[in-house]
């Protein structure tokens, strides 16, 4: 089979639906810890850890989509990864701003 060199195969497609893996993993866990939180409160402090909490699916998604060489799917991992990781961060800040400055 001859392929066209004039056609490139796309990363973009995979890139997306790696941005989407992660923002949907990470929807199902803190629709998880809000049932949780009934039974116990500390459940939602999975709300504001969620950017460590991503380690423990990302790294073996990561893993796999390098060994099957998506590359696309892999930096679309990365990127949701760091945009989470990155909110999280910003929410961190402003709710220990929030807390420091009451306590005076």
């Known amino acids: 089979m001859h392929r066209n060199p004039i056609v490139k195969n796309s990363q973009v497609g995979d890139a997306i639906a790696g941005i989407v893996t992660v ?21 939602m402090s999975v709300v504001f850890s969620i950017g460590a909490i991503q380690l423990i699916y990302v790294l073996p998604l990561l893993r796999w989509s390098i060994k099957r060489r998506v590359k696309g799917f892999s930096k679309g991992l990365l990127l949701g990864t760091l945009a989470i990781a990155a909110v999280n961060v910003a929410c961190f800040l402003v709710t220990y701003k929030f807390f420091s400055s009451g306590a005076r």
Do not use: E, R, V, Y
Not at 28 to 33: E, V, Y
């Open 23 to 43: 923002f949907g993993i990470d929807i199902l866990i803190i629709f998880i810890a809000l049932l949780f939180n009934t039974l116990s409160p500390m459940f």
